[in-house]
Structure formats: structure tokens, C-alpha cells
């Protein structure tokens, strides 16, 4: 584990490492006495999208040793990877300040347009409780009696027109219910 703590390290500092292979030095009499060159491997930061941290990535190098720069090189701008979060047109607390309803209640949006739903309590979903014919919103991931928790957070675009009527499951008898329309 302290080997892979200083390579992250390093690899954060910009400081090229170099890791030696297994090379025979002819002390057990298997070898011609000679060494073995060994490839050289330089570990780069690969940014992992869900979580904003990075991880350690091997790359072999053509060279035989590493030598290090005076200065770094920078880059203009970062190069964006993976699919980026839609920005919500319209933002939707469930639960909030742990009532049972959604606020708000309803809303219009045009078609195209993404909705962001944010739990401000535990124990809720978001499920279709009515939908346009050639729509297919199935709502919050999993199957109806599953819920999350706070700071969960749902987004959807939504390309069909029509009204939508949406509940949470465990708590409709309640009356936690919201419906929206798609221009």
C-alpha cells in the first residue's frame, strides 16, 4: 500500500517514476551476467467523472529512464470526459423540509426541457402515475418500493409533449402527489 501511495503522490506532483522490473544479475547462475533492460512506465492522473478524484494509471514509455523537466508544461483548458450533466430547466425538492409533497406541485415546461429533482427528506421516489402514450419515463431507477434518501438527486429530458402525473409510492395515500405539462 506505500508503494501505491507514493506513486499517487508523485503522479499528483508532475514527478516522473521509474519502477524496475525483476532483472537476473547471473547470482544464480541462470543468466549470462548481464542485465535485462527493463521498461520504463510513468504514472498519469486519469480524471474519474463520478467522484471529481483521479486514479493511478500505468503508461509504458519508449525510454529506458526517466528524466525530469525544470518546468511544467500547461495546458489552456481541460479537456471535458464523459457525458455531462444536463442542466436542469426546472428544479423540484421532494420532501421539503420533510413534507410529504413535492414543491412545486405542478409546472410547465417546454419539450426538451430537463428536470432536476433533489430530496430534501428520506424515504421517497418518483414514479409516472400517468403519462403520454409514446412516452417512456419510468421515473427514479429501481423498482417501486425503492426509495433514497437525502441529497439524492434525480434528472430527466423530457422530448415528449403531454401532461405527466408523478407520485411518490410509499407516501400517495398522503396525498404526495405532482403532475407537470410538456409544451
Known sequence: MERRRFLRAAAAAGIPVTLAGCTNDGGDGGGDGGSTPTATYEPTATPTEAMGTTSDQMTPTATDTATPTDKPTATESPTPTGTPTPVPDMEVTVAPSGN??????????????????????????????????????TGTPGDNLTTYGSDYSYVYTFDIPGSYDYKCIPHQSSGMTASFTVE
Open 100 to 137: 410529504l409533497r413535492f414543491d412545486p406541485a405542478s409546472f410547465t415546461i417546454s419539450a426538451g426541457d430537463t428536470v432536476l429533482w433533489t430530496w430534501d427528506g428520506s424515504g421517497h421516489n418518483v414514479k409516472p402515475d400517468g403519462i403520454p402514450s409514446d412516452a417512456d419515463w
